[in-house]
């Protein structure tokens, strides 16, 4: 057995699992920058977002439950 090799040990190449890992890590990799640096982009140059109109019958409402006079009333 031991003959057979002759302490040659003949290079086959990159392991196919490993290249399978490097690719998958490289997309993930990929995918997280792009996510970051489209996350930074939207934060300097999109504009808040607006907060949706309040109903006047829930102001007064609210204004009720805390015991303040609503004007107009």
Known sequence: MAAEFDGKIESKGLNPGLIVLLVIGGLLLT???GNFILYTYAQ?????RKKKPVSKKKMKKEKMKQGVQVPGE
């Open 31 to 33: 995918f997280l920058v």
């Open 44 to 48: 300097k140059n999109l504009p808040p």
